[in-house]
């Protein structure tokens, strides 16, 4: 088993920034493609950003586009999420994944979630 713990959530105002993190154990980091989802009110649960498993190349929503930021510390067994210019529309619970096969459609494991406001 894969552990995924999500941290970094909180209150943000329109405009300002967070900076999630997802500290994995149980397994080894770096055999996953990682990723991140998020899931508001009401709606279904969405892609965010994805990370290869060396950190090499990254894959984005278009909502992420130019605004968030995934990157990965192997040697810390972390994946992050910095998002900037945030807007309402981004207030979700943020979940992190991992997948081994890369299949992030179907990911293996999920972390817990952490929730994300941000306030006009």
């Known amino acids: 088993q894969l552990q995924l713990v999500e941290s970094g959530g909180g209150l943000v105002q329109a405009g300002g920034s967070l900076r999630l993190s997802c500290a994995a154990s149980g397994r080894t980091f770096s055999d996953y493609v990682m990723g991140w989802f998020r899931q508001a009110p009401g709606k279904e649960r969405e892609f965010v950003s994805g990370?290869?498993?060396?950190?090499?190349?990254?894959f984005n929503a278009d909502s992420a586009k130019g605004r968030f930021t995934i990157s990965r510390d192997n040697a810390k067994n972390t994946v992050y999420l910095q998002m900037d210019s945030l807007n309402s529309e981004d207030t979700a619970v943020y979940y992190c994944a991992a997948s081994r096969t890369g299949l992030l459609s179907k990911p293996d494991y999920w972390g817990q979630g952490t929730q994300v406001t941000v306030s006009s």
């Open positions: 990370i290869r498993k060396g950190g090499g190349s990254t």
